[in-house]
């Protein structure tokens, strides 16, 4: 369920519930309601629980299939994208280039 993968996932991080409350600015009691699936998030609330959390939402509600929170360099990449959607086109279509490149050179 949504609350046991939020609170795996925050203990997997270190973070008390205070440190995470306060991280995306919710109450304590919210939270702990939310981890105990005694509370449903809207959609921007879940939004700021996955960034506190460095992960994505589809992640929470367990749809991908990716271990995200297990994988550090695939966190590091995550988190240099953060602002992605603000980039120039430029340098989306860059670094999207960059990586197809990459993808047929490791498939030789």
Request: cysteine-free; aromatic content about 6%.
């Amino acid at each position: 369920m949504l609350g046991d993968r939020i609170k795996e996932l925050r203990k997997k991080r270190g973070l008390s519930l205070r440190d995470l409350a306060g991280k995306i600015d919710i109450s304590i009691s919210f939270l702990s309601d939310i981890e105990n699936n005694r509370s449903r998030p809207s959609l921007d609330r879940l939004r700021d629980v996955a960034e506190g959390l460095e992960t994505t939402v589809s992640y929470l509600l367990g749809e991908s299939l990716a271990e995200l929170p297990g994988d550090e360099d695939f966190q590091r990449v995550l988190s240099e994208l953060q602002d992605f959607k603000n980039w120039p086109d430029r340098d989306k279509e860059e670094l999207l280039n960059y990586l197809r490149a990459k993808r047929l050179i490791r498939e030789g």
